[in-house]
């Protein structure tokens, strides 16, 4: 597949025009702690109706396709909140789903799925990264949604900028979680149009963040990688068709380690009633570290579906166990 490139400022508004009345708008607030390193603002993406920002670059990606395309019904390759996003559009819009997991999925997000109208179809692990490189799995002939790489994805992600900026024009950096690109790569797009000055901050957890060791190496460098309750991002390299677009778009990575984001969930919690997963905690606990900075910084929250068992974990001051 073709690499994307920076999304044009009009592909996101119209992204943003075909998402109304589906993914929400959903607000920016500060984080209710006086003496924090900077003035810190909560974008609260886990208030969308699957519970991530994912249902912007599904829905758009879904509405772009037509009437036509759908028919054949849709599919994509995710584990989560991308599934869940696909499955939700796909119902509303009245297209069969298929959700290619790997073989290691939780059943907890696969019951999330199905109950959300989605086939799914357990894969070995290979098969399954297979189908994210190669867009393509034996026996599927409908639309492919990539989680993370289709330019109509990233320009449905984008619209969280948009509506940063015009709640928060003075901001001075944003900071996302990265796992595969989508998120900055649509927030990155945005920003380069309207307001180039914002710093991007990309957000990887410990066990697993290749992207500030490629951005300093100026090439794509393999890490080691082992699995955490922080599951929706991590991994040993940079995906390869993103890396080009997150090269150009990011201006810095920081990697937190695990007991920073269970802190970080348990203080959105008590301070904000905020329910994050660990994914979407990063940028909070990276903001709190001080690395990022004074001044304006808005931190995207970018998903709340965390397993009850790892929330309560957290609340009682512990490190969630991997799995589940």
Partial sequence: MDYPGIIPLEAIRAARE????????????????????AEIYLKLENLQPV???K???????LHAAGEDRLRRGVWTASTGNMAMAVAWYARRLGAACTVVVPDTASELKLDAIRSLGGDVLKVPWSTYFEAQITWQHEGMDGLFIHPFAAPEVIAGNGTIALEILEDLPDMETI????GGGGLSGGIGSALRALKPNVRLIACEVETGAPLGP??????????????SFVDAIGSPR???QMWLLSQQLIDDSLAIGLAEAAEAIRLLVERNHVVAEGAGALPVAAALSGQAGGGKVVCVVSGGNIDRNKLLAVLRGDIPQTGL
């Fill in 214 to 227: 490629s951005l300093a190496k100026g090439e794509p460098v393999t890490v080691p990688h082992s699995p």
């Fill in 55 to 61: 249902l912007r670059g599904a829905g758009n990606a």
């Fill in 51 to 53: 519970g991530s920002f």
């Fill in 238 to 240: 940079v995906f390869e």
């Fill in 18 to 37: 075909r998402l109304a009345g589906g993914a929400l708008r959903t607000p920016l607030v500060p984080l209710n702690l006086p003496d924090a390193p």
């Fill in 175 to 178: 900071l996302v979680s990265y």
